[in-house]
C-alpha cells in the first residue's frame, strides 16, 4: 500500500465530503456479533450522536469526486477545477478498520461523486458496506449515501449492509433544481426514497412473523436540503420538507447553509455569507414538528412567508397569537404546556408530574427549568399573577432580546432598546 497516496486521497476526499451534514447516526441499534469489530452507534473524522445523546466519531469520505454531472452547487461538479481522486473498494475498508482499531472512530459515512453512471456508482459503495460486514465482520455504524437514479435491486441490497440510507434532495424545489442541476430529474431523487420506505414497511410486517429477517436499514433514511443557494423561501424550505416526512418517512431532514464556492450567475456571489442564522432557525422549526404538535401552516403561511430572524419559530408563534395567552400554569393541558416560549419538552413534564402535589409558582418553575426570561410573559401561576397584563407583541419581544444572550446577538440591532 503507497501510504503517501492514501493519505493524499484522504485529504481530497475528506475534505469534499465536508459539504455534506446529513451524517448523524441516531436510531440504529446493530449488535456485535460473532466477535466482530465495533458497536453500531455520528483528518475525515466527523461527530454525530446516538438516540441516547452519546458523541461518536465517522470516518467521513466520498469514494471519489469525480462527476458526471455539472451541478452548479457542487464544489465536485465536473466543470470546476479541482484536484480529483479516487479510492479503490479495498482502500475505503482498510482505512475503517485501521481507524477503528485505534479508536479514531466508531463507524463509517461514505458519499461519492457519479462517474460513469449511478449504477456503477451506487455499487461501489454497496461492495464497500458488504466487505465491512461479511469480510471484517464490522458491527460499526454505517451510513451510505444513496445515488440518485440508481436501480431499486442496489438499493435493496445497501439497506441490507447499511445502517442509515440518505439521498440529498439538494435543491428544495422543482424549479430550484432546474436551475441548478438541469441535468438531474427529480423522479431521480424519489425514486430510490419510495424503494426504501417500501422495504422499511415489508421488514416490519415480516419481522413480526419471521424473528430471523435480515435487519433492513434500521435507522432508516434521511435527506438534505441546501438552503440560500436559489431563491425558496423558508415556506417552501419547511413545506418540501414536511412533504419528505410524510410521503418517505425520512428520520432526519437536514438543512446545509450554502457556502459560496463557485462564482456562477445562478448562484450567491461568493462574497456573500453562510446563511448559518436562517439554518439554525429552520432547524427550530423542524424540531417543532416533530416534538412540539405544530404544523407548518400554523408558522409559516403566505403572510409570514419567511422565519423571523430575532427570534426562535416558537416565540414569533406565540407573539402572533396572544390572543392564546396567558396559560394556567397548573391546569393547560400537555400540547398547550409546549407552546410556551422558553418551556420544553421535559419541562412540561416535569410540571405535569409536580403539579399533582401542590400549586405551581414561580419560584417552583425556575426550579424546573423554565427559561422564565421568555415564558413569564405566556404563563400564569394564579388567576391574578401574571406578568403580561396586556403588553403589545413588539414590547414583549424588545424586552425579551434586551435579556437574552447567544451566538446571534451580534446580528440584532440597537434598536431593539427603544421598546424598553
Known sequence: MNFERIKEKLNILADAAKYDVSCASSGSNRKNTNKGLGNSTGMGICHS??????????LKILLTNHCIYDCAYCVTRKSNDVKRAAFKIQEVVDLTINFYRRNYIEGLFLSSGIF????????????VAKKLRLEENFNGYIHLKSIPGCSDELMYEAGLYADRLSVNIEVPTISGLKLLAPEKKHEDFTKPMLKVKNELIR???????????????????????????????????MYSATYYYKQFHMKRVYYSGYVPVIQDERLPSVTSQVPMLRENRLYQTDWLLRFYGFSV???????????????????????????????DINTAEKHMLLRIPGLGVKSAHKIIQARKYRKLNWEHLKKLGVALNRAQ??????????????????????????????????NFSTQLSLFN
Not at 413480526?208 to 436559489?230: C, D, E, F, L, R
Open 377 to 410: 410573559y405566556f404563563i400564569r401561576c394564579t388567576a391574578k399573577d401574571q406578568v403580561r397584563k396586556d403588553m403589545p407583541a413588539e414590547r414583549i419581544k424588545g424586552l425579551i432580546l434586551q435579556n437574552s444572550t447567544g451566538k446571534f446577538r451580534s
Open 297 to 327: 401552516t400554523e408558522i409559516l403561511d403566505k403572510n409570514h412567508p419567511n422565519l423571523d430572524p430575532d427570534v426562535d419559530p416558537k416565540l414569533s408563534w406565540a407573539l402572533r397569537n396572544l390572543h392564546l395567552f396567558p396559560v
Open 203 to 237: 421488514y416490519n410486517n415480516e419481522r413480526k412473523i419471521i424473528k430471523s429477517t435480515p435487519k433492513y436499514a434500521p435507522a432508516g433514511q434521511s435527506t438534505q436540503m441546501i438552503v440560500g443557494a436559489t431563491g425558496e423561501t423558508d415556506k417552501d424550505i
Open 116 to 127: 460513469k453512471s449511478p449504477d456503477h456508482t451506487m455499487e461501489r459503495l454497496v461492495q
Open 49 to 58: 450522536y446516538t438516540e441516547d445523546g452519546r458523541c461518536v466519531s465517522l
